[in-house]
């Protein structure tokens, strides 16, 4: 009996020993593949700045629909895009030592794309303001504009505030600052397009009353078409136009302030404003 008892003892230590062990090996290998995980997804995720390096171009998302800022110069078979925007974002890439590609889309459609990982950075004559802010990252301004009215010449004298909008058929940029100010402070029915050609084309054909506009690209556009005025009826200028980024993309954003800082200070910007106005008139 005591004999059995004492077996019966030494086959219990034998199993708890073999089920201790099992613990301690499983725990091991736990703590392993943890570790490995975690390596392995910092190094998929890794900074937008080391992608653009290591792939060696700086992905641009634009609207080519906007100059003097990015709009297509067709020469014969030659279509490129153009503008102060692509300028900014040739410097860039220049400063980055990668190259330059360009995806224009339709402007209401830039900052999803540019969250989803379709490109590096937006520039588009895109305002700064507080509800972009809260998904995207922006630089630091290059540049500012007014807010204005595009009109038929004959037109030119009939608006000097807001008021006299009331009730017009007033033309507006799908998803910009000025869709937005239109639809809170104007009293008239506002038409939302993705294109600014196609606003031009309505308010000449007088489906439109008016286009509200950057003030820049609404003198860029005056220039270009027959028959058309700027007028000032002096809202509130838009914020600054900036360069988007993904929310938390730093050291990227670090080197665009970098080179926005030093087009600023050497008045770059304003040397490329004056020229692209000055293009195709």
Same mark, same amino acid.
């Given at each position: 009996?005591?004999?059995?008892? #004492? /077996?019966?003892?030494?086959?219990?230590?034998?199993?708890?020993?073999?089920?201790?062990?099992?613990?301690?090996?499983?725990?091991?290998?736990?703590?392993?593949?943890?570790?490995?995980?975690?390596?392995?997804?910092?190094?998929?995720?890794?900074?937008?700045?080391?992608?653009?390096?290591?792939?060696?171009?700086?992905?641009?998302?634009?609207?080519?629909?906007?100059?003097?800022?990015?709009?297509? $110069?067709?020469?014969?078979?030659? =279509?490129?895009?153009?503008?102060?925007?692509?300028?900014?974002? #040739?410097?860039?890439?220049?400063?980055?030592?990668?190259?330059?590609?360009?995806?224009?889309?339709?402007?209401?459609?830039?900052?999803?794309?540019?969250?989803?990982?379709?490109?590096?950075?937006?520039?588009?004559?895109?305002?700064?303001?507080?509800?972009?802010?809260? &998904? /995207?990252?922006?630089?630091?301004?290059?540049?500012?504009?007014?807010? /204005?009215?595009? &009109?038929?010449?004959?037109?030119?004298?009939?608006?000097?505030?807001?008021?006299?909008?009331?009730?017009?058929?007033?033309?507006?940029?799908?998803?910009?600052? $000025?869709?937005?100010?239109?639809?809170?402070?104007?009293?008239?029915?506002?038409?939302?397009? $993705?294109?600014?050609?196609?606003?031009?084309?309505?308010?000449?054909?007088?489906?439109?009353?008016?286009?509200?506009?950057?003030?820049?690209?609404?003198? #860029?556009?005056?220039?270009?078409? =027959?028959?058309?005025?700027?007028?000032?009826?002096?809202?509130?200028?838009?914020?600054?136009?900036?360069?988007? /980024?993904?929310?938390? =993309?730093?050291?990227?954003?670090?080197?665009?302030?970098?080179?926005?800082?030093?087009?600023?200070?050497?008045?770059?910007?304003? $040397?490329?404003?004056?020229?692209?106005?000055?293009?195709?008139?």
């Amino acid at each position: 009996m005591k004999k059995s008892l #004492k /077996v019966l003892l030494l086959m219990i230590l034998a199993l708890g020993l073999v089920a201790c062990g099992s613990s301690t090996t499983t725990t091991e290998t736990t703590t392993e593949t943890t570790t490995e995980t975690t390596e392995t997804a910092d190094a998929a995720t890794g900074s937008a700045l080391e992608k653009i390096k290591a792939d060696g171009k700086l992905v641009l998302g634009t609207s080519a629909d906007y100059p003097p800022y990015e709009w297509h $110069q067709i020469d014969g078979a030659n =279509d490129e895009i153009v503008g102060v925007d692509i300028e900014i974002a #040739k410097a860039i890439a220049e400063h980055l030592g990668v190259a330059l590609e360009i995806k224009d889309m339709s402007f209401d459609g830039l900052i999803a794309a540019l969250n989803v990982g379709d490109m590096d950075m937006v520039l588009a004559g895109m305002a700064a303001d507080e509800e972009r802010a809260k &998904v /995207v990252d922006f630089s630091d301004a290059y540049n500012e504009t007014e807010q /204005v009215l595009l &009109v038929r010449e004959e037109d030119k004298d009939k608006y000097t505030s807001a008021d006299q909008l009331n009730g017009l058929k007033i033309g507006v940029q799908l998803g910009t600052t $000025q869709d937005a100010y239109a639809n809170e402070n104007f009293d008239a029915e506002v038409t939302a397009l $993705q294109d600014n050609n196609n606003l031009v084309m309505e308010l000449k054909n007088k489906s439109l009353d008016v286009i509200f506009f950057s003030k820049t690209a609404a003198e #860029k556009f005056a220039a270009m078409q =027959d028959g058309l005025v700027v007028v000032d009826i002096g809202v509130p200028n838009e914020p600054g136009f900036s360069v988007a /980024v993904k929310k938390g =993309d730093t050291a990227l954003l670090q080197e665009i302030n970098t080179v926005i800082a030093e087009l600023n200070a050497n008045g770059q910007v304003e $040397q490329w404003l004056d020229q692209y106005m000055k293009l195709g008139e």
